[in-house]
């Protein structure tokens, strides 16, 4: 059975004089179209003001936390953490998904589980937080969550996305981009499957599948890093 509302905020310890702001940021649209009889609003207003709120806290972690970094680093730091991925990540690790309220067509489909979905829900609980408890403790509630990926000592090449590393590294070799091709396009427009393969000067260095075309591009970009990365240390010790 889902996680309630209720359940999620002692879970997490979080205190709402407005338990109601909370149970809304849980509410996913789909829920609300099959439902239009019904009072509940979806959290997408939630999600709008979470993203500004998460924005605001990070931007301010990192300039604290990096104080010998220019502005360029500092934005991919960020960019790192609060991109969808990033979010989903901390998301998944708080176990919020369980207790998201979705409709029955989202659900079978496993929108629960989709990245997007999870990165918005997290803004979404980020901007109750704020709406009820004030800025301090939509803070406290941020730097805990996201903690480990704010005290994580790696390189700012790796924070940078998968596809403006591939990027980086096909200019630096040939002078020209990667080029990403759809292998198969299968489903229904709500439940799309994409396979995605990335070339580099005509070869073929890795292969992605995801329920989205920048999705299947962003793990065929990893396959290809991870290739070239075993091409390198292979040449290394050979």
């Given at each position: 059975?889902?996680?309630?509302?209720?359940e999620l905020?002692?879970r997490?310890g979080?205190?709402?004089?407005?338990?109601?702001?909370?149970?809304?940021?849980?509410v996913?649209?789909?829920?609300?179209?099959e439902?239009p009889?019904?009072?509940?609003e979806?959290n997408?207003?939630l999600?709008f003001l979470?993203d500004a709120?998460?924005?605001l806290i990070?931007?301010?972690a990192?300039?604290?936390?990096?104080r010998?970094?220019?502005?360029?680093i500092?934005?991919?730091?960020r960019?790192a953490?609060?991109?969808?991925?990033g979010?989903?990540?901390?998301?998944?690790?708080?176990?919020?998904g369980?207790?998201?309220?979705?409709?029955?067509g989202?659900?079978?489909?496993g929108e629960?589980?989709?990245?997007?979905v999870?990165a918005?829900?997290?803004?979404?609980?980020?901007?109750?937080?704020y709406?009820?408890?004030?800025l301090?403790?939509?803070?406290?509630?941020?730097?805990?969550s996201a903690?480990?990926?704010?005290?994580s000592?790696?390189?700012v090449?790796?924070?940078k996305?998968?596809?403006?590393?591939?990027?980086?590294?096909?200019f630096?070799?040939t002078g020209?981009a990667?080029a990403?091709?759809i292998?198969s396009?299968?489903?229904p427009d709500?439940?799309?499957?994409?396979?995605v393969?990335?070339s580099?000067?005509?070869?073929?260095l890795g292969?992605?599948e995801?329920?989205s075309?920048?999705?299947a591009?962003?793990?065929?970009a990893e396959?290809?890093l991870?290739?070239?990365e075993t091409?390198?240390?292979?040449?290394?010790?050979?």
């Amino acid at each position: 059975m889902p996680t309630s509302a209720s359940e999620l905020a002692e879970r997490l310890g979080l205190r709402f004089d407005d338990p109601a702001l909370l149970t809304e940021a849980l509410v996913h649209s789909s829920y609300v179209n099959e439902h239009p009889e019904g009072t509940s609003e979806s959290n997408e207003r939630l999600e709008f003001l979470g993203d500004a709120v998460l924005s605001l806290i990070m931007s301010e972690a990192l300039f604290k936390r990096h104080r010998d970094e220019p502005e360029g680093i500092l934005t991919t730091r960020r960019a790192a953490i609060v991109s969808t991925q990033g979010l989903a990540r901390i998301a998944r690790r708080l176990e919020i998904g369980d207790a998201l309220v979705l409709g029955q067509g989202a659900e079978n489909s496993g929108e629960r589980g989709r990245s997007s979905v999870l990165a918005g829900l997290f803004e979404s609980v980020v901007a109750a937080i704020y709406l009820d408890q004030g800025l301090d403790a939509a803070r406290d509630f941020i730097l805990e969550s996201a903690a480990p990926e704010l005290d994580s000592g790696v390189s700012v090449d790796a924070l940078k996305a998968p596809k403006s590393r591939l990027q980086e590294y096909a200019f630096s070799a040939t002078g020209r981009a990667p080029a990403y091709r759809i292998v198969s396009s299968e489903g229904p427009d709500h439940d799309r499957h994409f396979i995605v393969e990335v070339s580099v000067n005509g070869d073929v260095l890795g292969s992605g599948e995801g329920r989205s075309r920048r999705e299947a591009e962003t793990h065929a970009a990893e396959a290809a890093l991870e290739h070239i990365e075993t091409e390198a240390t292979t040449a290394v010790t050979t």
